[in-house]
């Protein structure tokens, strides 16, 4: 069974039943999982952000523990929360990551400014507000723990 949330992530409800039973399911979809990645330059990057600012811009700043320090655990630890994909990036301790909404195709971006000496910054671009509150929480939430 699949099911299509339509860039939603309002819980799907529903009734399983079987020939003695009824079992009632509710399925919310982890946002991460509702964009699959996508692949660009740094300079396409920075020209959709560019276009994504405003109401479609959410940042927040967040202390990154310790064992964050690696670049190998902070990719990880991004894109085990979210399928985007990691758009190189020429500056150092400056992370990039990109994908779309399944449905709608809904450009989603996401940079972590993560300079040493100084609280880091985690800045999401897209025009699916609500994806976009949500990814940051779930982000910082991984970064952080």
Request: charge should be negative; glycine fraction near 6%.
């Amino acid at each position: 069974m699949g099911i299509n949330f339509s860039d939603s992530t309002q819980a799907a409800t529903f009734q399983l039943c079987t020939q003695t039973r009824q079992f009632y399911v509710s399925i919310q979809p982890p946002v991460g999982e509702l964009m699959a990645p996508v692949f660009m330059s740094e300079n396409e990057f920075k020209k959709e952000q560019a276009k994504l600012t405003g109401m479609s811009e959410i940042t927040e700043k967040l202390t990154l523990p310790d064992m964050c320090s690696n670049d190998h655990i902070i990719v990880q630890r991004v894109t085990a929360t979210a399928n985007l994909g990691r758009i190189p990036c020429g500056a150092p301790d400056e992370y990039r990551f990109a994908g779309r909404t399944l449905t709608s195709g809904s450009l989603v971006l996401l940079t972590l400014d993560a300079r040493v000496g100084a609280a880091a910054q985690l800045t999401v671009n897209s025009e699916k507000m609500v994806i976009g509150t949500m990814l940051v929480k779930d982000v910082i939430q991984a970064l952080t723990q």
